[in-house]
Nanobody, 115 residues
Framework: VQLVESGGGLVQPGGSLRLSCANS????????VTWYRQAPGKQCEWVAT???????AYEDSVKGRFNISRDNAKNTVYLQMNSLNFEDTAVYYC??????????WGQGTQVTVSS
């Protein structure tokens, strides 16, 4: 079981990025997938979750700007991030939880919003 995030980078305020969480070894649609982020000097915080039934939930500060989705054919979960601001700068992690409650983490991808 391995999760690999990609898509991070440097973007100006107001810009967009799409993060990907790809996996090998299991069918991602069988898992609830969550994006977290950790900014420098801050605790890790929840960003968004996509349930097994494709119900999406978002942290208040990203509602209306971020969209979590899944492509079953590519076994990948995405986080589309629009209208990025400085406070979105963080390392973003995806995590997949199976029905037994086991959680698998990726290595993270850096998102930097800077002018």
């Amino acid at each position: 079981v391995q999760l690999v995030e990609s898509g991070g980078g440097l973007v100006q305020p107001g810009g967009s990025l799409r993060l990907s969480c790809a996996n090998s070894g299991f069918t991602l649609s069988s898992y609830a997938v969550t994006w977290y982020r950790q900014a420098p000097g801050k605790q890790c915080e929840w960003v968004a979750t996509l349930s097994r039934s494709s119900y999406a939930a978002y942290e208040d500060s990203v509602k209306g700007r971020f969209n979590i989705s899944r492509d079953n054919a590519k076994n990948t979960v995405y986080l589309q991030m629009n209208s990025l601001n400085f406070e979105d700068t963080a390392v973003y992690y995806c995590a997949a939880e199976d029905t037994a409650g086991s959680v698998y983490w990726g290595q993270g991808t850096q998102v930097t919003v800077s002018s």
